[in-house]
């Protein structure tokens, strides 16, 4: 017991502890229904967020490593949870090595380092299956659905990722959509063109490009 207050209150274990209460203190919030889910998507790619340059790099990012089509909350949560388990046992496995001040610093930065890219590949892999529960998730019948408004919930939607939020006349749905090729950020509206069976997802455009295409 006295290892594990030693390690999670210390250099660098103790960056993620405090991290993990954050992130811990925030899902009770949201659980109490005092926040929204995806409060950092709002923050970071609504209108009143990052412009639509480095809204768009930021989702970029995101896709490489791996991290999209899911609320930057969640990411971010699994990031926090993965980074500190790797350095609470890379520091428990060095706890011995750590006795002089010089050492445990310069150990501990190497050990924050590598723990936070552990964090990241390991949340690209855990957020695999949930992708894939994602796209396994009934849809609604097409026809009733063609034509139908969204507003994009996810950080953009391209041509490989998205979803978005869609008003169906009831209690709203959250479809799985793809563009032609064209990103568009978090907050879009969108119309829903085609269905793409094989991704369980919708071919979408623009609602400005779908109404200057229908008035033409």
């Given at each position: ?127 695999k299956p949930v992708r894939a529960l994602l796209r396994k ?76 295409g229908a008035s033409q």
């Amino acid at each position: 017991m006295h290892s594990f207050l030693q390690i999670v209150t210390s250099f660098p274990t103790v960056v993620f502890s405090i991290l993990l209460a954050v992130v811990v203190l925030y899902w009770l919030v949201v659980a109490l229904g005092l926040l929204e889910s995806e409060v950092l998507d709002s923050l970071f790619f609504d209108a009143d967020g990052l412009d639509g340059a480095d809204a768009g790099a930021l989702a970029g990012l995101l896709s490489r490593l791996g991290l999209g089509g899911v609320p930057l909350t969640v990411i971010l949560s699994l990031i926090v949870l993965f980074g500190w388990l790797a350095s609470y046992f890379a520091v428990l496995i060095a706890l011995p090595l750590l006795g002089h001040p010089v050492v445990h610093f310069a150990l501990g930065a190497a050990v924050f380092a590598a723990a936070s890219l552990a964090a990241i590949a390991l949340t690209s892999l855990a957020l695999k299956p949930v992708r894939a529960l994602l796209r396994k998730i009934p849809q609604e019948e097409p026809k009733a659905l063609l034509g139908r408004v969204g507003v994009v919930r996810s950080a953009s939607v391209n041509a490989q990722s998205g979803y978005a939020a869609v008003d169906d006349g009831g209690a709203g749905l959250v479809l799985q959509i793809r563009t032609h090729g064209d990103e568009l950020p978090r907050g879009s509206r969108v119309v829903l063109i085609e269905p793409l069976p094989e991704q369980r997802a919708w071919r979408v455009v623009s609602e400005e490009e779908f109404n200057t295409g229908a008035s033409q």
